[in-house]
């Protein structure tokens, strides 16, 4: 009954996906190119019989990437297609992993689309990051019998509870699976309560604590700072913020201010197509406000970020991050990055979409919660009033990353042992 009532959703739902493509793409552009893509139709020279990892945003395909590569090394003569869903995921596959794999939208989960891009690209393996469980699009490959792998799977308290309002429908899809690698025992658990099979759960930890700075990430801090002329002037970092949180910061940042007169705020969007609105709110509070893209002759009190790529930089550039999508239901966002730059880190109450990490970091005293502009002022001023304190609170979060690494590792060897046999 749950997969019926699915697929007639899906199908009242076709005539609006393009109005919703061009409704998006006036703000994102990249939303309105390659739209044949999502419905199964393919350039030529995406190629066939090799291995597909699906990776639906920037957040995945970051995290993924350093696992793809290293696979991608390892087997040489079998092609690898990466796809993703949204326009950021699409840079950051082109931008990490460039020629070594192919890459285009994977398409929407209607039957006909998926379907089409089997028969298009014939994979012999699909690979999905994260909780991507479209039931089409894994039915699909199980009826080809294609092998499909779900890793650095994760299933908050909420996303579970969603699956469980349609129990035989996630028990089907998590039964053609043949391997869940979790990030977290807790994790494996929610995934064996829908139905998931003990024995194809595997804990292998958090793909993202094995990232590492970009060689040239110290000349590319030192050269940002110089064009933001940021000179030795303290810096703190608001990053991937949600509406609602920007006033909340900008209003921190004024009461910060008072104390440190000459600090500076690297505002960052979660979405970049939002900077203009952001930039006007500064400006709104009497701020000297300027964008990456355009630097400011003098010095500004608020940089806001309006281009995708430039985070793990900014990041260098500050001493103190608050992580946005935290004073807003929105779950939290990844601090693993904010940490890899050795600094505090804050957050706000929400941390739904990354319990476990957040965890590791509170418990190692490095992480500070904050409910509002009033608490987020008091703790950038203080991080920012005690020199050896902070640096020693930012080398605690560096050391919580290098002590959870390794899920690479372990996710590599269990689909090195599912691509060999292919």
Known sequence: MARALYQILLWLALPVVPL??????????????????????????????????????????IAAAPLIEALADEF????????????????????????????CYAPYDFPFAVRAFCDAVRPRLLILVETELWPNLIGEADRRGVPVAL??????????????????LAEAVLGQLRLIGCQYPDHARRFQALGADPAKLVTTGSVKFDIALPVDHAQAVAAMRTA????????????????????????????????????????VPRHPTRSGEVLKMAAERGFSSASLSLPPSEPADVVVCDRMGALQTL?????VAFIGGSLVSRGG??????????????????????????????????????????????????????????RHTGQRALGVVRSNGGALVKTRALLREHIRVL
Not at 23 to 50: H, M, N, V
Request: aromatic share 6%; proline share 7%; charged share 20%.
């Open 333 to 390: 966002h990844n601090p693993i990055e904010a940490a890899l730059c050795g600094q505090p880190l804050l957050m706000g109450p929400s941390d739904f979409n990354f319990t476990e990490v957040v965890a590791a970091f509170t418990d190692a005293d490095c992480l500070a919660r904050v409910a509002n502009a009033s608490e987020l002022a008091e703790a950038v001023i203080k991080h920012l009033s005690d020199a050896p304190s902070r």
């Open 20 to 61: 919703r493509l061009w409704w998006r793409s006036r703000r994102e552009p990249g939303y309105g190119e390659r739209i044949s893509e999502r419905f199964g139709r393919l350039p030529t020279a995406i190629p066939k019989d090799g291995v597909w990892f699906h990776a639906v945003s920037a957040g995945e395909a």
């Open 151 to 168: 890793v650095n799977a994760r299933l908050s308290e909420r996303s579970a509870r969603g699956y469980g309002r349609i129990p035989k």
């Open 228 to 267: 933001l002329g940021l000179a030795e002037r303290p810096v703190w970092i608001a990053a991937s913020t949600h509406p609602g949180e920007e006033s909340i910061v900008l209003e921190a940042h004024q009461q910060v201010r008072e104390r440190l007169p000459g600090l500076c705020l690297l505002l």
């Open 315 to 319: 990041y260098g550039l500050s001493q």
């Open 76 to 103: 040489p003569a079998l092609p690898f297609l990466v796809t993703t869903m949204t326009p950021t995921g699409s840079e950051q596959v082109i931008r990490r992993l460039g020629a070594k794999v192919a890459h």
